[in-house]
């Protein structure tokens, strides 16, 4: 059978998603080790997005395959009490073989928050980025706005990114602040490698009046990663929700 599940994590120990060497700590390392003995055989993940260092999830979604007889509540807490405390299973359901928790995905959110004061603080430090010079959220929301829409996001991905086309279609793009946070909420179908960080990185000299807020679309037209701005630190992003069609997954989570 193949089954859907969600995962959380605090991405700040963990060597990002994808496993790599044995001795580096991944997310997925740590998922397939608990969901291997709870089937009592080894269960590769699929995911619906792959996360750098330091980036947390709080709805990642993968799917698995296995034959053992399992409920989804044995699932569930059978792979919690094999994680670490900073990974866990949120919910485990019965899918059919055509989900996919990549390839049926329609579209996926991005959160991205700033703690904007001159001090920083001592409090969730993995969890916001700081930024001391005082940032504008309404410019940095006009520049946001110049990027809705289906385009090449070429100056906004990493130079290793191995993506096919660079063509992607952010539907939303909103930069909220409440107090001394700045919130960057990000949804579109598909994203590049570092390409919310990238964001980030322009919004934030824009919002601090280094650039102007025309600069987004400039660096847009441009193609150039080279031609972009600096890319923002991992901490404070989180991979919010994965949305899937009704017809291959039930959407009670």
């Known amino acids: 059978m193949r089954f859907a599940a969600g995962v959380e994590y605090n991405g700040a120990r963990f060597h990002g998603w994808e496993i790599q060497q044995p001795e580096i700590r991944t997310v997925q390392g740590e998922v397939e080790k608990a969901l291997s003995k709870v089937a009592n055989h080894f269960v590769r993940v699929i995911t619906a997005g792959r996360t750098d260092t330091g980036v947390h999830a709080s709805g990642q979604v993968i799917h698995f395959e296995s034959d053992a007889p399992r409920s989804e509540r044995a699932w569930v807490y059978g792979a919690n009490a094999n994680l670490p405390s900073d990974v866990c299973l949120s919910w ?78 952010i539907h939303r793009l909103e930069v909220v602040r409440q107090g001394e946070e700045i919130t960057i909420n990000v949804n579109a179908n598909a994203f590049l490698h570092h390409m919310v960080r990238n964001i980030a990185g322009v919004l934030i000299a824009i919002g601090s009046g280094v650039q102007s807020p025309g600069w987004a679309r400039e660096v847009l037209e441009l193609r150039d990663r080279a031609q972009g701005g600096v890319t923002a630190p991992p901490e404070g992003l989180s991979l919010i929700k994965v949305e899937y069609p009704e017809s291959l997954i039930d959407f009670k989570y």
């Not at 916001?128 to 504008?136: A, E, H, I, K, M």
């Open 92 to 169: 485990v359901q019965p899918v059919s073989d055509e989900f996919h928790a990549r390839f049926s995905a329609l579209s996926r959110s991005y959160r991205y928050v700033i703690f904007n004061r001159p001090v920083r603080s001592a409090i969730s430090v993995a969890e916001r980025t700081w930024v001391y010079r005082p940032l504008d959220e309404q410019r940095m929301q006009v520049a946001a706005n110049d990027l809705v829409g289906e385009h090449d996001f070429s100056s906004y991905r990493a130079v290793a990114c191995q993506a096919k086309s660079p063509v992607r279609t």
